[in-house]
């Protein structure tokens, strides 16, 4: 079926090519790496012109959905998309409505703990086995290299997230962590913090390894409390400047 434009390359047309795509190629089972059909062939098979099709490719590759793999065997090859999308199009809107980065800790307080009890009824021991890790090595951290540290903490939060087995919760909450994590209250841990941290972690983990829901989510909700009242001290400027898209991301 032909996709009809009103002249030229209408961007409507480019956004139904590109839902096209995705939905055929999950239909056909394709998964991250697998290679699209070549140019000529998705050019015949939706009607459209050329200028369309590479909107709509353009589009996917911006959400992160596809990369273009150069070369005579290249083309458009499916990605896994991370949070980042989603991330940057909350800072565009906050940045819209002159939200300050103090909204975002405030969402994390909101949602994070929740998230924290569900995932304390789902895990799996793999997964408390990788949290554990990441405690390791914010302790073997706890002097050392400040973002092996970091990317610790950041990893203890996203396999929380993402054990909830809900991907709709585990990108919501890499998406809110992004958007903190590139900030300078994100990338502020002096030891005196490193060690609230490592605290704050070894806390939840046990309540979670003790599969203590509420126990689990109040101490998430302590955790983030604790650090937004450290930041309202530190940094009160930062977290009442609205989030600016441009420098964010």
Known sequence: MAIMTSGGRSPKAAVVVSQRIIQEAHDA???PGDLLPPEKVMVEQ????????????????????????????????????????LSG???LLMQLKNAPLRAI?????????V????????????????????????????????????????KFHDIIAWSTDNPLLGYLADSLLEVTNNTIVGLDFPLARRKATLAAHEAIFRAMADRDAPA?????TEHIDEYLRYAEKK?????????RWDRTF
């Open 89 to 91: 199009a909350f800072v």
């Open 105 to 113: 800790f405030e969402a994390r307080l909101a949602i994070e703990p």
């Open 216 to 220: 689990s989510m109040a101490e998430m």
């Open 115 to 154: 998230i924290t009890r569900v995932a304390a009824a789902n895990i799996s021991p793999e997964k408390l086995d990788d949290i554990a890790e990441t405690i390791e090595q914010m302790r073997t951290e706890l002097n050392g290299d400040r973002y092996v540290f970091l990317d610790a903490n950041k």
């Open 46 to 85: 939706y009607q459209i012109g050329r200028g369309t099709l590479r909107e709509a490719l353009r589009l996917l590759e911006f959400q992160g959905v596809i990369t273009m793999k150069p070369g005579p065997r290249g083309g458009p090859v499916l990605q896994t998309p991370t949070a980042s999308f």
């Open 29 to 31: 089972g394709l998964g």
């Open 235 to 243: 940094f009160p400027d930062v977290l009442n400047s609205v989030v």
